[in-house]
T-cell receptor, first 114, second 113 residues
Framework: GAVVSQHPSRVICKSGTSVKIECRSL??????MFWYRQFPKQSLMLMAT?????????EQGVEKDKFLINHASLTLSTLTVTSAHPEDSSFYIC??????????FGPGTRLLVL | GENVEQHPSTLSVQEGDSAVIKCTYS??????FPWYKQELGKRPQLIID?????GEKKDQRIAVTLNKTAKHFSLHITETQPEDSAVYFC????????????FGTGTQLKVEL
């Protein structure tokens, strides 16, 4: 149990376009979902925490108008990178929690902005 | 906020030897400490975790120890195998902090034949 999927796994887009990444908990209801960004050979940095039906809580330094998060149901959260630029190229990973401390991670989405 | 430091950044051991990775945390309210293994390009996978009411936890070749007073916790891998080669991350969270995980900087473990 506790499987989390992400789609797409890879995306290449042109600078200035928007990209949407989906995160789904497949076999459990996720009360909270988290979005992380990971640059090459670096650690995971939390971007925002998302609870179903409420606005996401963003970490300091993360632009909420650039990284739009929607958590419409207990099994789906989306991250939209708006007006993407090359510096947004990174590995974006979501995780989901069933209300306990343990977080289950998705497989990640590799974003390349040209 | 919480700050987690992790050492060493790289660790090379011979197959069959033990590997130890250490982390320190700053927030005394942290009460949950998971360890994740991440292979290149893959998702982090939880390998073991410990809560603050326990000092040690073991699962086969993997063990974690926690010293709440000193605010540090360690991962111990015994009888290392080549498939243990990966990046290992420690993390800390506090129940009252919405279970947000703060990750360490990671340790690249290489197990050599």
């Amino acid at each position: 149990g506790a499987v989390v999927s992400q789609h797409p796994s890879r995306v290449i887009c042109k600078s200035g376009t928007s990209v949407k990444i989906e995160c789904r908990s497949l076999d459990f209801q996720a009360t909270t979902m988290f979005w992380y960004r990971q640059f090459p050979k670096q650690s995971l940095m939390l971007m925002a925490t998302s609870n179903e039906g409420s606005k996401a809580t963003y970490e300091q330094g993360v632009e909420k108008d650039k990284f739009l998060i929607n958590h419409a149901s207990l099994t789906l959260s989306t991250l939209t990178v708006t007006s993407a630029h090359p510096e947004d190229s990174s590995f974006y990973i979501c995780s989901a929690s069933r209300g306990e401390e343990t977080q289950y991670f998705g497989p990640g989405t590799r974003l390349l902005v040209l | 906020g919480e700050n987690v430091e992790q050492h060493p950044s790289t660790l090379s051991v011979q197959e069959g030897d033990s590997a130890v990775i250490k982390c320190t945390y700053s927030d005394s309210a942290s009460n949950y400490f998971p360890w994740y293994k991440q292979e290149l390009g893959k998702r982090p996978q939880l390998i073991i975790d410990i809560r603050s009411n326990v000092g040690e936890k073991k699962d086969q070749r993997i063990a974690v120890t926690l010293n709440k007073t000193a605010k540090h916790f360690s991962l111990h891998i015994t009888e290392t195998q080549p498939e243990d080669s990966a990046v290992y991350f420690c993390a800390a969270s506090a129940t009252g902090g919405g279970n947000k995980l703060t990750f360490g900087t990671g340790t690249q473990l290489k197990v050599e034949l």
